[in-house]
């Protein structure tokens, strides 16, 4: 099983996609010591917002055009068949299969956060532990897109894959702004369903604090305990339903 969780891995690092993104997400970090000079507002906010945005948006790149891929060709290429023949369930193959790209993900946020952390201390701004929090709570995003895309790709073609994540991606971000334009209409079924169908939703708009950093300061340790707990129960929903969904799934030889 553990073996699943290391090919996984070493599949991924074999990866050349992974390092043209790692190329360009090093450039773009780099580029904004550079950026902050050329802007009339504050440098070192545009520098932690430009950081942390480009440390997030490759790696969502990377998870919606790389994962999608992996399952399958799996299936394409007949080497699941190879795989479920031997002593395994197909539950472990799909935990497995996520713990190896999950590992893949941490450990390269962990070197940019460690590259991103040490431009700000070289541009002596302050690492706020907002800025550390947001790393964290990116790191929970992409888990999370991770696990959506497993759910969807149980069912679903690449393409479509890839394009409902992102989609689900982006509104996930703009439920605050759906749940207004719902309270404006003043119709209580509107506002109602807006709200019930947020839970629906992955919690990004909540846990994408990045925009809050040198604006507001005042959150509790209990807004980053509950968002971190309802994420990780959010993510494993996800991946209950997609082992699930994987179980009952028939493969044509």
């Given at each position: 099983m553990f073996n699943i969780g290391l090919n996984t891995f070493k599949e991924i690092v074999r990866n050349k996609f992974l390092y043209l993104i790692l190329f360009f997400a090093f450039v773009f970090i780099i580029f904004s010591l550079s950026l902050g000079q050329l802007t009339i507002w504050d440098d070192s906010k545009v520098i932690v917002d430009f950081g942390l945005a480009m440390i997030e948006i490759f790696w969502i790149i990377w998870v919606l055009f790389v994962w999608s891929q992996l399952l399958f060709k799996e299936v394409e290429w007949k080497t699941i068949f190879l795989i479920l023949s031997k002593p395994i369930r197909r539950y472990e193959f799909i935990l497995w299969k996520f713990l190896g790209f999950s590992w893949t993900?941490?450990?390269?946020?962990?070197?940019?956060?460690?590259?991103?952390?040490?431009?700000?201390?070289?541009?002596?701004?302050?690492?706020?532990?907002?800025?550390?929090?947001?790393?964290?709570?990116?790191?929970?995003?992409?888990?999370?897109?991770?696990?959506?895309?497993?759910?969807?790709?149980?069912?679903?073609?690449?393409?479509?894959?890839?394009?409902v994540s992102m989609m689900i991606y982006f509104l996930s971000h703009s439920f605050s702004l759906l749940i207004t334009m719902a309270e404006r209409t003043k119709n209580e079924l509107i506002i109602y369903s807006a709200k019930w169908l947020q839970l629906l939703f992955p919690p990004f708009e909540a846990i994408n604090i990045k925009d809050k950093i040198g604006i507001f300061k005042d959150y509790s340790i209990n807004f980053f305990l509950f968002n971190t707990f309802y994420s990780l129960v959010y993510l494993a929903i996800l991946l209950t339903f997609a082992v699930i969904i994987f179980d009952r799934k028939k493969f044509e030889r």
């Open positions: 993900i941490f450990l390269i946020i962990l070197f940019q956060a460690i590259l991103f952390l040490g431009v700000l201390f070289l541009k002596d701004i302050e690492i706020d532990y907002l800025i550390i929090w947001s790393l964290i709570f990116t790191f929970f995003k992409l888990e999370i897109l991770l696990s959506l895309v497993f759910f969807l790709s149980t069912f679903m073609s690449n393409m479509l894959t890839i394009l």
